[in-house]
């Protein structure tokens, strides 16, 4: 197995890594050094500026996950802003918000950066889905409850089984698992 750093005070995020990364012999290791997030709409920004940030701590080489959903009939919101809207609104406040709303398009969208003192990387992820109409089911985290994934009738927290496979975080975290295996390859020669 191949061990790799994770700064995140997120353990959810670290068991949905596991799950992919095992694939690629991969084990991500939960380090928990918060960092100041900048205030910008793209994921990969802040995820870029957090990885140095924590590199300058640690001194290893390392990944952060910036993510958060995206909810088009809110203009975007909460976007970067999720973890904040989470705790300040919760599920139930943005249903709320929601009320009356045709159009109930939503994503997911995770941004993976690593840097290693040297090369920083991005790897992004997108799922597209829709806000239901109400709070359905307790698996998964965050706003689980809300998110019917395209193509299914369930939320991720009703059913929480397909979501290690389509979701945002598995797409951005095997793609740095694929340019991982690569770069270790690449290092040893
Ligand atoms: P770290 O910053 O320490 O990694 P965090 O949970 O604060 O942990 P973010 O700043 O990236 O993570 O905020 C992400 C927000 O989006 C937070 O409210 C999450 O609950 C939510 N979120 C992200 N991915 C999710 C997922 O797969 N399922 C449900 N909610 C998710």
Request: glycine share 10%.
């Amino acid at each position: 197995m191949i061990k790799v750093l994770f700064s995140t005070t997120n353990k959810h995020k670290i068991k949905e890594a596991n799950e992919t990364g095992k694939i690629y012999g991969i084990e991500f290791e939960q380090i928990n050094f918060p960092y100041p997030e900048i205030r910008d709409e793209k994921f990969e920004n802040i995820a870029s500026d957090g990885v140095k940030y924590v590199y300058e701590k640690i001194k290893r080489p390392v990944i952060v996950d910036d993510s958060g959903i995206v909810i088009d009939a809110l203009n975007g919101f909460p976007g970067t802003f999720s973890a904040y809207a989470e705790k300040k609104l919760g599920n139930s406040g943005i249903l709320k918000l929601m009320k009356g709303a045709e159009n109930r398009t939503a994503r997911y969208i995770s941004a993976v950066a690593f840097f290693d003192g040297k090369i920083l990387k991005t790897f992004v992820g997108t799922v597209e889905g829709e806000i239901s109409d109400e709070e359905r089911g307790s698996g998964g985290f965050g706003y689980d409850p809300v998110f019917i994934p395209a193509g299914y009738k369930e939320t991720f927290g009703e059913n929480p089984g397909p979501k290690n496979e389509i979701s945002h975080r598995r797409k951005s975290i095997e793609e740095f698992c694929k340019f991982y295996v690569k770069f270790k390859e690449y290092q040893e020669e």
